[in-house]
């Protein structure tokens, strides 16, 4: 086993112990992933398929960026049988790097629709998250609130915060706007809403929502599974600005809610391809759905599973439909329209 490897996963979950793994059979091996997820939101799922399915798993985790270069300069040499990250434009820049490979599943084809998946298999989606609007209580009423397009109304300005043009989800919900309106609609969406910023962009998701708690600004776009994390923090100050705020699903007649995913392939050079099927197929499994749904805030990507209670609290809304691969095709015509737009 490489150096590389730090963290053996030998134990099982409890929540998860009684739960059969679809597979007709016991594996033998291990299995290598390099995952852009943090060990905590998904070493419980690991540790569940190694007990169930008598397969060692051997965990690196990193930035995303960082990765996909080690993946790139290991080549063949790779220990990396699977990659696990963030972002469907993350997920096909791998793809477009040449270190992922095509997988035909039909337990994954059932249970994840076409729209969260890459066309060809090379990556399959596993959680969804959404980025909605996100407005103070007691200065927005929902009803002044409509669509992602209405941001840009000068209605707004001053009372916009958001994430720079660096953030990958900023980048991924242009990009859908451009698969659905085209680059000119876009950049004069962009360029109003760029009018409207309260402040120059700093932070992340939880530093939007912050902001808007303590009156910086009044709207924001963020993934619900940040604010999700906030309102059951340990952390009170948190939690006081989770209560502050409330969840507007905009693009109900349009296109829309924009979603994405976080997701895996099996890597090009991967030795232990049945293996890392065999864990994208747990994954995808209806306890994994529902532990990953209840831990972590996201929306399952079976649409059989039910969300968490507290993201059953915020409603349902209507998701585009555009397939999130576009979101990784159209990432370089995103990020040259922000940086025309001086999105920051």
């Known amino acids: 086993m490489p150096d590389s490897f730090k963290h053996l996963i030998l134990c099982s979950v409890a929540g998860l112990a009684s739960v059969l793994l679809d597979a007709p059979a016991q594996a033998e091996g291990e299995v290598n992933i390099y995952s852009a997820r943090k060990e905590d939101?998904?070493?419980?799922?690991?540790?569940?398929?190694?007990?169930?399915?008598?397969?060692?798993?051997?965990?690196v985790t990193g930035k995303e960026e960082a990765l996909l270069q080690r993946l790139q300069s290991e080549g063949a040499n790779t220990p990396a049988d699977l990659l696990l990250t963030t972002d469907?434009?993350?997920l096909a820049a791998a793809r477009e790097a040449g270190v992922l490979q095509a997988v035909n599943s039909d337990a994954l084809a059932a249970r994840i629709p076409a729209a969260y998946r890459d066309p060809d298999g090379y990556w399959y989606g596993l959680s969804v998250r959404a980025r909605p609007?996100?407005?103070?209580?007691?200065r927005v009423k929902p009803a002044d609130l409509s669509t992602y397009e209405d941001l840009a109304d000068p209605k707004w300005k001053g009372k916009v915060c958001v994430r720079s043009s660096d953030s990958v989800y900023n980048q991924s919900l242009v990009?859908?706007?451009?698969g659905h309106q085209g680059e000119a609609k876009t950049e004069a969406w962009a360029k109003g809403l760029v009018a409207n910023f309260a402040r120059p962009p700093k932070g992340g998701d939880r530093d939007q929502i912050k902001a808007v708690a303590a009156g910086e600004c009044d709207v924001t776009l963020a993934n619900t599974y940040y604010l999700g994390g906030m309102i059951v923090s340990g952390d009170d100050a948190e939690k006081q600005?989770?209560?502050?705020?409330?969840?507007?699903?905009?693009?109900?007649k349009t296109a829309g809610v924009h979603v994405n995913v976080?997701?895996?392939?099996?890597?090009?050079?991967?030795?232990?391809?049945?293996?890392?099927?065999?864990?994208?197929?747990?994954?995808?499994?209806?306890?994994?759905?529902?532990w990953y749904a209840e831990t972590n805030n996201e929306y399952p990507v079976?649409?059989?599973?039910?969300p968490s209670a507290t993201l059953k609290a915020w409603g349902e809304f209507k998701a585009d439909t555009l397939n999130v691969a576009k979101l990784g095709e159209l990432n370089p015509a995103a990020v040259r329209l922000m940086d025309r737009a001086g999105w920051k």
Not at 175 to 178: D, N, Q, S
Not at 241 to 252: E, T
Not at 262 to 290: H, K, P
Not at 302 to 306: D, G, M, R, S
């Open 41 to 59: 939101l998904i070493k419980p799922l690991l540790d569940d398929f190694s007990k169930q399915a008598g397969v060692t798993v051997n965990l």
């Open 88 to 90: 469907a434009g993350r």
């Open 133 to 138: 609007i996100i407005y103070a209580k007691d």
């Open 175 to 178: 990009a859908g706007m451009i």
């Open 241 to 252: 600005a989770a209560a502050k705020v409330a969840v507007f699903w905009p693009g109900a």
């Open 262 to 290: 976080s997701g895996a392939g099996v890597t090009a050079n991967a030795r232990n391809r049945a293996n890392a099927i065999q864990l994208l197929e747990f994954m995808a499994s209806d306890a994994a759905q529902r």
């Open 302 to 306: 079976n649409p059989a599973i039910a």
